[in-house]
């Protein structure tokens, strides 16, 4: 069996009395210029479209390989005891620059994921200028519209109206992510190209098709 996810990292929030160019019932004084802000959040969203289960991680710190990794190791561990069949994950994603299959530190924890898990990775990229596609993105949508108009002056007010947003009538998991990120990992080209032997590319399509199987169990 087959599980779809959706991932992807919404543009960031910044965090303060920024209008948003929305509307209110309630009067709400906010900065007609856009200073920079002291603080901001970027939510990470993985949506499994096929049951409409949504999961949102909220972050202060930067996206990185690690963050993503964990972030679907987490989702995972959520639902794995729901989801006894399940023998792949499809995950469908953007080209982006921590996440894409050239990413060898992406690569080296899904495929440390992949053996831990027993699951089959496959990884679905969408191309430039096609991510509309990508359905997390009508997510993003979703919540703009949920705190349209309102302040996001405080993590928790961002916390809170991802919380409360729904989706197709249910509402998301939402963690905020504390944890700091190195960023700039990569593996050696001698460590990548062991990695890459294990990858499953699709003819004519090896940078957007991949799939990595979990590593066979040894005999004792």
């Not at 972050?59 to 023998?87: A, H, K, L, N, Y």
């Not at 960023?183 to 004519?204: I, V, Y």
Request: hydrophobic share 35%; glycine share 4%.
């Amino acid at each position: 069996m087959v599980l779809r996810m959706s991932l992807d990292a919404k543009a960031t929030v910044k965090i303060g009395q920024f209008s948003r160019k929305g509307k209110n019932r309630l009067v709400i004084k906010a900065a007609d210029h856009d200073f920079q802000a002291k603080e901001t959040m970027t939510p990470y969203g993985i949506l499994l479209p096929d049951h409409n289960r949504l999961y949102l991680y909220c972050t202060q710190g930067r996206v990185t390989s690690d963050f993503i990794s964990d972030c679907i190791t987490d989702c995972w561990q959520q639902i794995q005891m729901e989801q006894p069949q399940v023998q792949t994950l499809l995950l469908y994603q953007d080209n982006g620059p921590e996440n894409h299959s050239r990413r060898t530190q992406f690569m080296y924890r899904m495929t440390q994921f992949a053996d831990e898990t027993d699951l089959t990775i496959r990884l679905a990229y969408y191309p430039p200028y096609h991510s509309k596609y990508n359905p997390i993105e009508r997510v993003w949508s979703a919540l703009e519209q949920h705190w349209n108009g309102s302040l996001l002056d405080s993590v928790e007010a961002v916390l809170g109206f991802a919380q409360t947003m729904t989706w197709q009538k249910m509402k998301p998991t939402v963690k905020l992510v504390t944890g700091i990120y190195e960023t700039g990992k990569k593996l050696s080209l001698k460590a990548m190209a062991l990695l890459e032997e294990r990858f499953e590319r699709e003819e004519g399509l090896e940078k957007w098709f991949v799939q990595i199987r979990p590593l066979m169990p040894q005999n004792p």
